[in-house]
């Protein structure tokens, strides 16, 4: 059993940034962070859940969502069990509550088929 924490939230004016960050806990020696694919999905009023950023157990590789790239990355230190979302040139649209999630696989790692999933935590960009 993964538990996920997630931090970082905020108000942000437009053009500004956050770091998300994803702290995992509940994990053995066989059932380690490493083993895990990574994610970040959000969620705006009215609108399904989508995911912006994925990232596989060693970090090597990643995969964006349209929207955000070029301005989002998502990183991992698996010595810290934690992953991050760093989100610069926020625009408006981009106000959502953001989630972290885990999973197994990385080509199957979806809204529907995710493991495990935090919190949430909201990100609001407006002047």
């Known amino acids: 059993q993964v538990t996920l924490v997630e931090s970082g939230g905020g108000l942000v004016q437009p053009g500004g940034t956050l770091r998300l960050s994803c702290a995992a806990s509940g994990l053995t020696s066989g059932d380690t962070f490493s083993r895990y694919v990574m994610a970040w999905f959000r969620q705006a009023p009215g609108k399904e859940r989508e995911r912006v950023a994925v990232?596989?157990?060693?970090?090597?590789?990643?995969d964006y969502a349209d929207a955000v790239k070029g301005r989002f990355t998502i990183s991992r230190d698996n010595a810290k069990n934690t992953a991050y979302l760093q989100m610069n040139a926020l625009n408006p649209e981009d106000t959502a509550i953001y989630y972290c999630a885990a999973g197994l696989n990385y080509y199957t790692m979806t809204v529907e088929r995710a493991d495990y999933w935090g919190q949430g935590t909201q990100v609001t960009v407006s002047s």
């Open positions: 990232l596989s157990w060693n970090g090597h590789s990643t």
